[in-house]
């Protein structure tokens, strides 16, 4: 029986690089930077699993390149939108991912977000370092309460809800709009209501709905335009849920407090982009499931569902279980 190739598109941790590379056949990006199309276009020729980061579109294009015998597209990430699963499932291609081991991280990052945008912090801490803090002031880099503040959650999966969870803590009114009807029991506290009242009420806004051709810049000047002029904008779900050029004109001409914002459009945004200009946009490098456990458990989740493929055996979280 010939080996089966496999091609990794990244290195991941250890904990789960180690496992792959246990199969014979495995083939890894070693580079730092993303792999390049046409590289990406090659490396795939006669695989039979692909292990793909979120930043690698995965299309028809690519699966034809990848030819008849790709069984398995084990994607290291939640989201599925760099892939074309209508196309993998119409080739009994299975996808699996790593939904859920994420949740909690997402989530403490998301509230962090919002506590340091909330707090000025990133702008305090510049003011600081910029030998700027001469003494104590009643007017000194006033920010917003927290606590006692209503939150807008748009998108009520498991990181949304997670996210109300934390702000219960904070004393938060929480306000929620979702697309599907959430687990019986996971709204406790929360109020669904639609996407202009919820807009319209929240001192805080935080982004948590997957990406679709429906909610691609679901944040408009529209959007932005219902929303308090004090309050803020925090996205940890999908950059283009944002129209950037609308957030940066809110931004710049007060009509916005601030944004804070793991994800952005395009990713990563260049240096020279106007909203890395304005003291009240804060921007971090996609670290939303960024601790050391949650990426080595989804390194071997990745692995797990790989290895399921390639053996013909049900991916143990699979995208489209239609397929067996």
């Known amino acids: 029986m010939s080996t089966q ?12 690089l180690r496992l792959v590379r246990e199969r014979p056949g495995v083939d890894v990006w070693e580079a730092d930077a993303p792999i390049d199309r046409a590289s990406l276009l090659s490396r795939v020729r006669g695989i039979s699993g692909l292990l793909c980061m979120l930043s690698d579109p995965i299309d028809r294009e ?3 390149a990848a030819g008849p015998g790709l069984k398995v597209i084990s994607s290291y990430a939640v989201g599925l939108d760099n892939i074309d699963l ?19 991280a997402t989530a403490d990052l998301a509230f962090a977000l919002l506590l ?7 702008e305090g801490e510049r003011y600081v370092r ?3 803090w001469r003494t104590w002031s009643p007017t000194l880099m006033l920010g917003r309460d927290v606590f006692g503040a209503t939150l807008g959650i748009v998108g009520f999966g498991r990181i949304g809800r997670a996210v109300a969870r934390r702000a219960r803590g904070f004393g938060m009114k929480v306000l929620f709009t979702t697309r599907s009807d959430p687990p019986p029991g996971e709204v406790q506290g929360a109020t669904r209501v639609d996407l202009d009242v919820l807009l319209a009420e929240s001192d805080f806004v935080s982004l948590h709905a997957p990406l679709t051709p429906q909610t691609r810049h679901l944040i408009d000047a529209r959007a932005l335009a219902r929303m308090k002029p004090a309050a803020i904008l925090v996205n940890a779900g999908r950059g283009a849920l944002v129209d950037p050029a609308a957030l940066y004109a809110a931004l710049k001409e007060g009509r916005l407090a601030a944004a804070a914002l793991d994800v952005t459009e395009p990713e990563p945004l260049p240096a020279d982009h106007p909203l890395l200009g304005l003291d009240n946009c804060l921007v971090v490098p ?6 050391v456990q949650t990426r080595e458990r989804m390194a071997v989740i990745a692995a797990e569902n790989l290895f399921a493929g390639l053996d013909g055996k049900p991916v143990p979280l699979c995208a489209n279980p239609q397929i067996y």
Do not use: Y
């Not at 196309?87 to 949740?103: C, D, Q």
């Not at 340091?116 to 990133?122: F, T």
């Open 130 to 132: 910029a030998g700027r």
């Open 86 to 104: 209508a196309e993998a499932t119409r080739r009994r291609i299975a996808v699996g991912h790593t939904p859920g081991v994420l949740t909690d």
């Open 62 to 64: 690519l699966l034809d």
């Open 5 to 16: 190739r496999i091609f990794v598109t990244r290195k991941i941790p250890e904990a789960g």
């Open 116 to 122: 340091c945008a909330a707090r000025r912090l990133p």
């Open 286 to 291: 996609h670290v939303g499931s960024a601790t």
